[in-house]
């Protein structure tokens, strides 16, 4: 059973950092690029973030500079590092793993993360 444990969120302040991490289980995570989206009331779900199989990266332009992804493959995590973060930030953060070859897509549960004073 594959599960994507996404873990990190809160309430933060304008300017402030939160740390976003997804646990992977049941998958080949070296074999799935991993992603980070979120989702705002009344929006669509965007991506945020991606980080390849190979380790590429990249990102929304409205994230440039301010957010970074990373994963270890030995710990089957993806993390998000949210900097400087602002209240359009503010949304539902979903993991997300796309199998290399196309053959699975999986979603985490979410994560609130809120910035607001």
């Known amino acids: 059973q594959v599960q994507l444990v996404e873990s990190g969120g809160g309430l933060v302040q304008p300017g402030g950092s939160l740390r976003l991490s997804c646990a992977a289980s049941?998958?080949?995570?070296?074999?799935?690029?991993m992603g980070w989206y979120r989702q705002a009331p009344g929006k669509q779900r965007e991506l945020v973030a991606k980080i390849g199989s190979g380790g590429s990266t990249a990102y929304a332009d409205s994230v440039k500079g301010r957010f970074t992804i990373s994963r270890d493959n030995a710990k089957n995590t993806v993390w998000l590092q949210m900097n400087s973060l602002k209240p359009e930030d503010t949304a539902v953060y979903y993991c997300?793993?796309?199998?290399?070859?196309?053959?699975?897509?999986?979603w985490g549960q979410g994560t609130q993360v809120t910035v607001s004073s």
């Open positions: 049941g998958i080949i995570f070296s074999f799935y690029a």
């Open positions: 997300n793993a796309v199998h290399d070859m196309g053959s699975g897509n999986y």
